[in-house]
């Protein structure tokens, strides 16, 4: 798991970059902490890192421990300037490219706030770990990366077409990332973490996919749905009277989520498994 450890050893950390230079102090800073050459942009509130490795998907599949000290480190760099700035980002993104695959990436995204309350103890280490999003990137296909369950078959078929005369990398671009689509990350990393963890449903639900995204239109109140693909491994369905212990923890969780993050707008949080049409509707409550 990347950047876990090392955030409390941050503490105290003063304005010492300036906006303007933010860019160049994440290059010297990296090349000071790791000696590593790196190449850094930065787009409306969103910085980012990339750095290249020569053979990604084997590290990967391999479990490189080089590989993970790396993305740490650099990790810490962006953490270090982004919470020493006069002007922080809201959000930093590292990007992590395939060298002999050059649309093959592993990208991992941090709110800057949450950083500051996970220093500060006001977030779990589990739900600080949920807020991390981390994904591989292929040309513009994300899928979620879950460094418990690499399904290395599915990474080598992803990599396997662009091996073949890769395109070579272009300049290094980063989107501003988008609150709303984040949190609609987070809220599927907690729901595949529950179903991970829950002994009740584990040994008869399998999680096969799950997206959650925001539905309205703006000054509106809306509502936040969250679609569940889920497989019976007992029998042909999910039973429901398993649904009905999981899909209200998965609403709960996506409502504690934005009481956090003191989200309004929203007013319905809405679950569904599609294969059996199961729903159940919560109201967003705002504090």
Same mark, same amino acid.
């Given at each position: 798991?990347?950047?876990?450890?090392?955030?409390?050893?941050?503490?105290?950390?003063?304005?010492?970059?300036?906006?303007?230079?933010?860019?160049?102090?994440?290059?010297?800073?990296?090349?000071?902490?790791?000696?590593?050459?790196?190449?850094?942009?930065?787009?409306?509130?969103?910085?980012?890192?990339?750095?290249?490795?020569?053979?990604?998907?084997?590290?990967?599949?391999?479990g490189?421990?080089?590989?993970?000290?790396?993305?740490?480190?650099?990790?810490?760099?962006?953490?270090?300037v982004?919470?020493?700035s006069?002007v922080?980002?809201?959000?930093?993104?590292?990007?992590v490219?395939?060298?002999e695959?050059?649309?093959?990436?592993l990208?991992?995204t941090?709110?800057?706030?949450?950083?500051?309350r996970?220093?500060?103890?006001?977030?779990?280490?589990?739900?600080?770990?949920?807020?991390?999003?981390?994904?591989?990137?292929?040309?513009?296909?994300?899928?979620?990366?879950?460094?418990?369950?690499?399904?290395?078959? +599915?990474? /080598?078929?992803? %990599?396997?077409?662009?091996?073949?005369?890769? =395109?070579?990398?272009?300049?290094? #671009?980063? *989107?501003? $990332?988008?609150?709303?689509?984040?949190?609609?990350?987070?809220?599927?990393?907690?729901?595949?973490?529950?179903f991970?963890?829950?002994?009740?449903?584990?040994?008869?639900?399998?999680? +096969?996919? /799950?997206?959650? %995204?925001?539905?309205?239109?703006p000054?509106? =109140?809306?509502?936040?749905?969250? #679609?569940l *693909?889920? $497989?019976?491994?007992?029998?042909?369905q999910?039973?429901?009277?398993?649904?009905?212990?999981?899909?209200?923890?998965?609403?709960?969780?996506?409502?504690?989520?934005?009481?956090?993050? +003191?989200?309004d707008?929203? %007013?319905?949080?809405?679950?569904?498994?599609?294969?059996?049409?199961k729903?159940?509707?919560?109201?967003? $409550?705002?504090?």
């Amino acid at each position: 798991m990347i950047i876990a450890a090392g955030l409390l050893l941050l503490t105290g950390c003063e304005s010492t970059y300036k906006k303007e230079t933010l860019r160049e102090s994440v290059r010297d800073l990296a090349r000071k902490e790791t000696g590593m050459e790196v190449e850094v942009t930065e787009t409306g509130r969103t910085l980012g890192l990339r750095f290249r490795v020569p053979d990604l998907v084997g590290d990967i599949s391999a479990g490189d421990d080089s590989l993970y000290k790396k993305m740490n480190s650099l990790f810490l760099v962006l953490v270090r300037v982004a919470l020493s700035s006069d002007v922080p980002p809201r959000f930093i993104v590292l990007d992590v490219m395939d060298e002999e695959r050059p649309v093959f990436h592993l990208v991992f995204t941090r709110y800057v706030e949450d950083i500051r309350r996970s220093m500060a103890e006001a977030i779990s280490y589990t739900d600080s770990q949920d807020r991390l999003i981390e994904e591989i990137v292929v040309g513009t296909r994300r899928v979620p990366f879950d460094p418990f369950e690499i399904d290395l078959v +599915r990474l /080598v078929m992803m %990599s396997a077409d662009t091996a073949v005369n890769p =395109p070579a990398a272009g300049p290094f #671009l980063v *989107d501003d $990332v988008k609150f709303r689509e984040f949190i609609s990350k987070v809220t599927e990393n907690k729901a595949r973490r529950i179903f991970r963890e829950r002994k009740d449903t584990k040994n008869d639900l399998m999680l +096969r996919e /799950v997206r959650a %995204s925001f539905v309205g239109v703006p000054e509106k =109140p809306g509502s936040f749905n969250i #679609l569940l *693909d889920l $497989v019976s491994t007992s029998g042909p369905q999910p039973q429901i009277k398993l649904l009905e212990k999981v899909l209200p923890v998965i609403a709960a969780e996506a409502g504690k989520l934005f009481e956090s993050y +003191r989200l309004d707008g929203i %007013s319905i949080i809405q679950v569904v498994e599609k294969n059996t049409g199961k729903m159940i509707s919560v109201p967003a $409550v705002h504090r």
